[in-house]
Nanobody, 124 residues
Framework: QVRLVESGGGLVQAGDSLRLSCTASGRTFSTDVMGWFRRAPGKNREFVAATTWSGGSITYGDSVKGRFTISRDNAKTTVYLQMNSLKPEDTGVYYC?????????????????WGQGTQVTVSS
């Protein structure tokens, strides 16, 4: 079983940057897919980005392309989400998730393990 712990959220102003971290512990495999999702108040969970631990495949949600970057440090079993040029609409709870299937799903139902989430608030 994989345990995921996010950190790095906070309150920032529009245009600022923030980096989220997600550290995995337990049984992890190189073929695991690590994803970031977010949930804004009153909205459905939205796909943000995903990567494999190998880093060979990466994908982003349309609303964050060109502004967010997902990366990983295999030695630390940590995945990062660098968020630049933040906008008020990026506000939400950001969740880290993993799936064993090896496919970079944007569908949250395909992910088996989830972190507790970290709040990101972007003021205008």
């Amino acid at each position: 079983q994989v345990r995921l712990v996010e950190s790095g959220g906070g309150l920032v102003q529009a245009g600022d940057s923030l980096r989220l971290s997600c550290t995995a512990s337990g049984r992890t495999f190189s073929t695991d897919v690590m994803g970031w999702f977010r949930r804004a108040p009153g909205k459905n969970r939205e796909f943000v980005a995903a990567t494999t631990w190998s880093g060979g495949s990466i994908t982003y949600g349309d609303s964050v392309k060109g502004r967010f970057t997902i990366s990983r440090d295999n030695a630390k079993t940590t995945v990062y989400l660098q968020m630049n040029s933040l906008k008020p609409e990026d506000t939400g709870v950001y969740y880290c998730a993993s799936n064993r299937g090896g496919t970079l799903w944007s569908d949250s139902t395909k992910y088996e393990a989830w972190g507790q989430g970290t709040q990101v608030t972007v003021s205008s």
